[in-house]
C-alpha cells in the first residue's frame, strides 16, 4: 500500500487520472496546513487538495493511524464505506455530494470534488454569518437521503443487504458508548470512569446536571433507540464542519461513520451543533444588540425549518414513492412525524451533553474568548439539554420546542442582568 504524500501525488495521479493537465506542475496542499476555517477540523484521515489549474479536487487516504491524534489500529474498511454512501446519495440527492472521480481500494484512496469554492458552516456562523437557504437544503438532503433508503421505499431484500453493507460497527463503537453513557458513573469519578475529563470549571454544574438519574435513564433509552432501529442509511456525522455552504448551495462531506440507524440521530446531530451556535449566539460580541436578536433568532428558525421542511420533503417521497403497505394507513404518518419530533429533540440533548461537558474544546465556544461568556453558554447549553431530553416527550410540536428554548434563554439572561 501506497503511502500519499504531496511528493508521491503527481506520479500516482498520473496513473489513475491520466486526463489532468500534467505540463505544469500539479498545486497541492495536505489538509491541516491552513487554518481551521480553511481545512476543518477533522482529526483522523489524511487529505490533499490537489489542481491542475482547472479541476481542483480532493484525494483522501484512510489509514489505520490517526492523522492528529496517532490513534492506531483505525478501521481501513472506512474509506470504502464512505466512497460507497457518496454513489448511493450521488443517484439519491446528486446536488448535495461531491463528484466522485476514482476509488483506489488497493491503497484505499479516493478523488473527489473539492468544495472549497464553499464555506465551513460551522466557521461562518462563528462569525455570526446566516445562510437563509441551508435549513432547507439540509433538510432536504436528509429527507431524501433517509427515504429512499429506508423499507418505505426499498423492497426488503436490497434493504437488509444495505443494513449489512453498512453496519459499520468498529466506525460507530465511539458513539455506541461514550456519547451515550460515558457519564452513568458514582461520586468519586475519575477521567478514565467518565470516559474523558470534565471541564474542571463547570464540573459540579455539569455533575448536577448529567447525573440527574432521569437524566442517565434517557441517555440509556436513547442509547438503546440508536442500537436497534436500522431505519435507514445515515451520515451519521452531520455537524457543521461537514456542511459547505454559500448563499445558495449546500454540500455534505465527510461520511465514514455512515451506518444504518433512526433518522432522528442524522437530525438530532445537526440540531446539537446549531443549539451551541444558539447558547453562544447570546454572548457573543455583535455591533448592535439587534444584530445579536437577529443572529439568535436566525439560528432557531433554521432548527424549526430543518424539521418541518424534512416532513415536507419526506412525506412528499411517501406519498409519491412509498410501497403499497405503507400507503393510505390512517394516522401512520403522523405517528412517524411524531415520533421523529421527539427522538430528534432527545439525540440533540444528549449530543450537545457531550459536547458541553468534556475539556476538550469546541470552536464554537472557544470562539467567544472571553472565559465568562464560555462558561455561561456552556451552563446555558446544558439547562437547555436537561429539560429536553427529560421533556421531548411533551412537546406538541416543534413550533413548542422552539419557544421553549427561546424562553429558556431570557429567563437565564435575566438572571445573569440581575
Not at 162 to 167: A, C, K, S
Not at 182 to 209: V, W
Not at 345 to 371: M, T
Not at 389 to 402: F, G, K, M, Q, S
Amino acid at each position: 500500500m501506497i503511502t500519499l504524500t504531496k511528493a508521491n501525488i503527481t506520479d500516482y495521479l498520473k496513473e489513475h487520472m491520466p486526463d489532468l493537465d500534467y505540463s505544469r506542475p500539479l498545486i497541492i496542499s495536505e489538509i491541516g496546513e491552513g487554518t481551521p476555517e480553511e481545512d476543518g477540523d477533522g482529526y483522523v484521515n489524511f487529505v490533499f487538495r490537489v489542481s491542475d489549474g482547472k479541476r481542483k479536487m480532493i484525494l483522501k487516504q484512510g489509514r489505520s493511524v490517526g492523522r492528529v491524534t496517532g490513534h492506531t489500529g483505525m478501521d481501513l474498511a472506512r474509506t470504502a464505506i464512505e466512497y460507497d454512501y457518496m454513489k448511493i446519495g450521488r443517484v439519491i440527492v446528486p446536488e448535495y455530494i461531491p463528484e466522485l472521480y476514482f476509488y483506489d481500494d488497493e491503497n484505499l484512496v479516493f478523488a473527489v470534488e473539492d468544495v472549497s469554492y464553499l464555506k465551513i458552516s460551522r466557521f461562518q456562523m462563528n462569525k455570526s454569518e446566516m445562510f437563509p437557504r441551508m435549513a432547507e437544503q439540509a433538510a432536504d438532503y436528509l429527507a431524501r437521503m433517509h427515504f429512499y433508503t429506508s423499507d418505505y421505499y426499498l423492497d426488503t431484500e436490497t434493504f437488509r443487504r444495505l443494513q449489512v453493507r453498512f453496519m459499520n460497527s468498529k466506525m460507530r463503537k465511539f458513539f455506541d458508548d461514550r456519547t451515550f453513557v460515558s457519564f452513568d458513573c458514582g461520586e468519586g469519578m475519575d477521567a478514565e470512569e467518565i470516559g474523558f475529563e470534565l471541564n474542571p470549571e463547570y464540573a459540579e454544574t455539569i455533575k448536577s446536571l448529567i447525573l440527574d438519574p432521569r437524566v442517565v435513564l434517557e441517555r440509556h433509552k436513547l442509547r438503546d433507540l440508536y442500537m436497534r432501529k436500522a431505519e435507514a442509511l445515515l451520515h451519521a456525522d452531520f455537524h457543521t464542519s461537514n456542511v459547505f455552504v454559500d448563499k445558495e448551495q449546500l454540500k455534505a462531506i465527510d461520511m465514514e461513520f455512515a451506518y444504518f440507524g433512526p433518522a432522528a440521530y442524522d437530525l438530532g446531530y445537526l440540531q446539537a451543533n446549531l443549539l451551541s451556535q444558539c447558547a453562544c449566539g447570546a454572548f457573543r460580541s455583535f455591533e448592535t444588540p439587534q444584530k445579536q436578536i437577529e443572529f439568535v433568532s436566525f439560528i432557531l428558525n433554521t432548527m424549526q425549518t430543518i424539521y418541518t421542511e424534512y416532513c415536507r420533503v419526506f412525506f412528499d417521497c411517501w406519498n409519491k414513492d412509498a410501497k403499497p403497505i405503507y400507503q393510505d394507513v390512517p394516522g401512520l404518518q403522523e405517528y412517524v412525524k411524531k415520533q421523529l419530533l421527539q427522538d430528534m429533540i432527545g439525540f440533540c440533548a444528549n449530543s450537545h451533553i457531550f459536547r458541553c461537558a468534556a475539556a476538550i474544546g469546541y470552536p464554537e465556544y472557544d470562539d467567544l474568548k472571553d472565559k465568562d461568556a464560555i462558561r455561561n453558554a456552556k451552563v446555558l447549553s446544558l439547562m437547555m439539554d436537561h429539560q429536553m431530553i427529560l421533556h421531548r416527550e411533551e412537546y406538541p410540536d416543534v413550533e413548542a420546542w422552539i419557544a421553549d428554548l427561546l424562553a429558556m434563554i431570557k429567563v437565564y439572561m435575566t438572571h445573569l442582568n440581575k
